[in-house]
C-alpha cells in the first residue's frame, strides 16, 4: 500500500497518515446548514473530500465516510445568541422548519450529484440525536466544565484551559479570543464572552425545542458533530475534515467538548481545505457575496459572463490545491472549461489508439462498468499499482507523477499537470510523431481511468448517454456523410455550409487521415 502524506492542522506538519485502525478509515466531514440552495463555497470541501475519500479507496482502505446536516442549533452569526438561521427562513417563507430543511437538502443533494460528489457513508441530522446531545451534556456538566445559567448550559473556557489547552487548533491563546467577541453589555447569561452555549433555553417564540433535564432548549451548534463522530466513527477516529473557516470557534469548540464528556480530543488528523473567494473576500450566505450552485449551471447571475457545466466547476475546483485560496473569476472558469475540454478529447483518442492496439482496459467500478462510464456513486475497485510496464521513459513519469503528488497531500494541481503531460503525448501519438507500445497505452489508460475518471471523477459531459446520445450520433454521422459526399462530388461550396453551420452549434469537425472526426466547444 502506498504511503500517504496529509496536512495535519493540529500539529500544523505534513504527516505520514496512520490509521486507528489498519487498512480501515473514519472520516468525519462537517456539512451545510441547510436553510439556502448550496453555493459556490459550498463545492469546495464536497469535492475535496469526495476526492480524499476516492484516493483513499483506491490506495486500498475501506473508508466509513460521515458528512452531517445541520437542521437546528445555528444561530445567526455562528453566535450564542440570535435567530437559528432555519427557524429564520421558516418564518419568511411561512413555513415550518422541516419544510426548509427538507427543500434544501434535496437541492444540496442534487448540486453534489451533478458535480459527481458521491454519497457519504452515513449523513445524520443533529435533530435526530436530540437524546445524545442531551447525554453529552450531562457528561460535560459531571467533568465540571460546564456551568448552568437560567435554562441553558455554557461550556466552561476558562476552567477548561486552565487543565487543557483552549486554541490547540487555532493556535489561539484566550486573549485572541476575547478580542474578537463582542461586548454583550450584561445582556447574556454567560460568565465569561469565550464561553460558548451547549443547550440554549429557547424562548417563547422559538419553534424547535425539545425537553430537557433544564427545561425546553435546543443543543448549541458545536455539539451535534462531537457527538454524531463519536456514535457512528467511535470514542477516537481518524480524520475529521472541512473548511477552513471552522477551524475557530467551531472545531476548536468540539476538541473541547470531546476532551470534557469523553477524555479524548477525539480526532488525530484535522484536515481543513481553504476558502473560495470573491475579490479576496470570502464566498458566504452571511456576506451576501455568493453565487449559487443551481445560478452558476444556469449563468445566472450578473457576476457571470456565461453558464459553467458541473464537470467545469469541479475542474476548476482540482486545479488549486485543497488549502490554498482559490479566487473566482469568469477568466478562471472558462480557462478550467478548456482545460477540461482538452483532457476528454484526449481519454477519446487514448481509448480509441489503446483499442487499435489490442490493449483492453481492466478498470472497473463497483457496478461493473467502465470508469469513464460509471454511474452515480460508484467507485473503481482498482487498488493503486506500485509500478507500471511503460516501455516509454515519459509514460512512466507520468504515472509515477501523478501517484507522488496525490499522495503528497492532495496536491491536485501537480497530479493535473502530469496529466496535461500525457495529453501532449497522446496527441503526439495520434498525429502520428510518436509510436507508444501496448504497455505504453495501458499504462495511460490506467491513468485516465483510475485517476482522471476514478480519483478526480471527472466526467465527459458530451459523452453519448442513453437514447439521446444514440440519437445525436446517429444524427451527426448523417450530416458527415453528406458532407463527405458533398467532398467526393467536389461540391465545396455544401461542405463549406455544412461545417459553417455546424460550427455555428458550437459543434468543431477535424479532417484527418483516419477520417472526420467532432467535438461539441
Not at 309 to 318: D, E, V
Not at 505 to 511: A, E
Request: with cysteine; net charge negative.
Amino acid at each position: 500500500m502506498r504511503d500517504l502524506y496529509i496536512t495535519n492542522t493540529l500539529s500544523r506538519t505534513k504527516e505520514i497518515f496512520k490509521p486507528i485502525n489498519p487498512g480501515r478509515v473514519g472520516l468525519y466531514v462537517c456539512g451545510p446548514t441547510v436553510y439556502g440552495d448550496a453555493h459556490l463555497g459550498h463545492a469546495r470541501p464536497g469535492v475535496t473530500y469526495d476526492v480524499l475519500v476516492r484516493l483513499l479507496r483506491h490506495l486500498g482502505y475501506k473508508v466509513r465516510y460521515v458528512r452531517n446536516i445541520t437542521d437546528v442549533g445555528h444561530l445567526e452569526h455562528d453566535a450564542d445568541e440570535g435567530e437559528d438561521k432555519i427557524a429564520k427562513k421558516a418564518r419568511l417563507d411561512q413555513l415550518e422548519p422541516m419544510e426548509v430543511v427538507q427543500n434544501y437538502t434535496l437541492r444540496y443533494h442534487e448540486a453534489m450529484r451533478m458535480l459527481n460528489v458521491a454519497p457519504p457513508s452515513i449523513e445524520p441530522r443533529a435533530s435526530g440525536h436530540i437524546v445524545e446531545q442531551i447525554e453529552a451534556v450531562k457528561k460535560i456538566l459531571a467533568s465540571g466544565y460546564a456551568y448552568e445559567s437560567n435554562g441553558s448550559i455554557y461550556f466552561d473556557v476558562q476552567k477548561y484551559n486552565a487543565d487543557h489547552h483552549y486554541g490547540i487548533l487555532s493556535g489561539r491563546n484566550l486573549d485572541d479570543t476575547l478580542e474578537g467577541t463582542r461586548n454583550l453589555d450584561g445582556q447574556s447569561d454567560k460568565r465569561a464572552p469565550y464561553d460558548f452555549a451547549i443547550w440554549k433555553k429557547a424562548e417563547p417564540q422559538h419553534i424547535m425545542r425539545w425537553p430537557s433535564p433544564w427545561g425546553e432548549g435546543f443543543p448549541g451548534w458545536h455539539l451535534e458533530c462531537s457527538v454524531m463522530g463519536e456514535k457512528y466513527l467511535g470514542h477516537e477516529f481518524d480524520i475529521h475534515g472541512g473548511g477552513m473557516d471552522l477551524m475557530f470557534p467551531h472545531h476548536e469548540c468540539e476538541i473541547a467538548q470531546n476532551v470534557a464528556s469523553r477524555g479524548t480530543r477525539g480526532v488525530h488528523y484535522w484536515v481543513h481545505n481553504n476558502m473560495i473567494t470573491i475579490n479576496g473576500q470570502k464566498m458566504g450566505k452571511s456576506l451576501g457575496n455568493f453565487i449559487t450552485l443551481p445560478q452558476l449551471f444556469a449563468g445566472e447571475h450578473d457576476k457571470l459572463e456565461q453558464a459553467y457545466s458541473p464537470m467545469t466547476i469541479r475542474f476548476f475546483i482540482l486545479q488549486a490545491h485543497y488549502r490554498g485560496t482559490l479566487d473566482f473569476s469568469n477568466e478562471a472558469l472558462q480557462a478550467a472549461q478548456k482545460g477540461l475540454r482538452r483532457i476528454m478529447t484526449a481519454a477519446k483518442d487514448l481509448y480509441a489508439l489503446a483499442a487499435a492496439a489490442g490493449v483492453e482496459r481492466s478498470t472497473v467500478g463497483t457496478e461493473g462498468h467502465p470508469a469513464n462510464q460509471m454511474a452515480y456513486g460508484e467507485f473503481i475497485t482498482s487498488v493503486a499499482p506500485e509500478s507500471c510496464a511503460a516501455d516509454n521513459a515519459e509514460v512512466k513519469a507520468i504515472f509515477n507523477g501523478v501517484y507522488d503528488a496525490l499522495c503528497d497531500d492532495m496536491n491536485t494541481p501537480i497530479a493535473l499537470s502530469h496529466i496535461f503531460d500525457a495529453v501532449r503525448i497522446i496527441n503526439t501519438a495520434k498525429d502520428k510523431k510518436l509510436t507508444l507500445s501496448k504497455n505504453d497505452l495501458a499504462t495511460l489508460c490506467q491513468v485516465f481511468d483510475d485517476i482522471v475518471f476514478g480519483v478526480m471523477a471527472l466526467r465527459d459531459e458530451e459523452a453519448s448517454e442513453g437514447t439521446s446520445g444514440k440519437i445525436i450520433d446517429g444524427l451527426m454521422q448523417m450530416v458527415l456523410e453528406e458532407r463527405v459526399a458533398a467532398r467526393a462530388a467536389k461540391d465545396w461550396a455544401r461542405s463549406d455550409q455544412i461545417r459553417d453551420a455546424l460550427k455555428a452549434l458550437g459543434i468543431t469537425i477535424k479532417d484527418g487521415k483516419e477520417g472526420v472526426s467532432w467535438t461539441i466547444e
